[in-house]
């Protein structure tokens, strides 16, 4: 039985109230998203900036698995946004099963399960990047809105913003 992002919620709110590290918060999602969807690799945000860096590296297909006001606040280089909610399996269905895939969201939950998705439909490269947008921002990785260089990340809401540097939290562009 897998547990419910509302509960995930719950303690991550219960984490931040009690005055937690953001460290113990970090650990405390990672492990609900481990636990939730232990098949889904998980690729670190260095790995992933290298594999960009990396002239000679054939680079992933990103999808950003959130929603329209988030992305338009900022996204990663080149990617596409799925709707977390319904997911366009046209579109995806158009991409080759062995087209290596990166998914991201705001801390990971949301794309992991689209990468759980992606593996139950026969997709055999999909990873999800690990802390997904506020951990690649928090590192000080470029993020982008219409082609230009941001510093600004939509916080999805105040308890996963919690998770996001204050510096950064923008709810529009």
């Known amino acids: ?35 939730e969807f232990p098949d889904i690799r998980q690729i670190s945000t260095d790995s992933l900036y290298a594999e960009f860096a990396d002239s000679s590296v054939t680079k992933p297909v990103l ?3 959130r929603t329209e006001a988030e992305y338009a606040v900022s996204h990663l280089a080149g990617a596409l946004r799925v709707d977390p ?3 366009d399996w046209i579109a995806l269905d158009t991409l080759s099963r062995a087209t290596p895939i990166v998914t991201y969201c705001s801390v990971g939950y949301r794309s992991s399960r689209l990468a759980d998705q992606m593996a139950e439909r026969g997709f055999t490269h999909v990873a999800n990047l690990k802390g997904s947008m506020f951990k690649w921002a928090n590192e000080g990785r470029p993020v982008y809105r219409a082609g230009k260089l941001v510093r600004a990340v939509h916080p999805y809401d105040k308890v996963w913003g919690s998770l996001l540097r204050k510096d950064l939290r923008a709810y529009s562009p």
């Open 1 to 35: 039985m897998r547990p419910k992002p509302f509960l995930c919620m719950l303690c991550l709110s219960l984490i931040s109230l009690a005055g937690c590290s953001q460290d113990l918060q970090w650990s405390a999602v990672y492990h609900m998203i481990d636990t």
């Open 63 to 65: 999808l950003d698995v």
């Open 85 to 87: 909610d319904d997911p």
